[in-house]
């Protein structure tokens, strides 16, 4: 099984910044990738910036040129740089995880999420 927390939400007001930071913990063989989704009250959950493990990034169109996601292999994190946010940014922001995982002879992947952390940005 693979853990993840998640820190960093909170309350802010337009235009400011907030760091978002998801530590894993448990057991895998590899990282296929890692980012993170947002739910709206009333809406799907959707995602909001994803990296493979060769680095490549993908954002939604709403959050490209004002989100950042980074990863730490030493400290098994990635984070989520978020500025110039806007109300519609508030949402649960969901830590996701996609992982090698080896049981004896063979191997799954499987995905992980995180509990959730709430981003509230005010007008």
């Known amino acids: 099984q693979v853990q993840l927390v998640e820190s960093g939400g909170g309350l802010v007001q337009a235009g400011g910044s907030l760091r978002l930071s998801c530590r894993a913990s448990?057991?895998?063989?590899?990282?296929?990738?890692m980012g993170w989704y947002r739910q709206a009250p009333g809406k799907q959950r959707e995602l909001v910036a994803l990296m493979t493990s060769d680095g490549f990034t993908n954002y939604a169109d709403s959050v490209r040129g004002r989100f950042t996601v980074s990863r730490d292999n030493a400290q098994n994190t990635v984070d989520l740089q978020m500025t110039t946010l806007k109300p519609e940014d508030t949402a649960v922001y969901y830590c996701y995880w996609d992982v090698e995982r080896r049981h004896g002879d063979f191997y799954t992947e499987d995905d992980y999420w995180g509990q959730g952390t709430q981003v509230t940005v005010s007008s």
């Open positions: 448990g057991s895998y063989v590899s990282i296929n990738a």
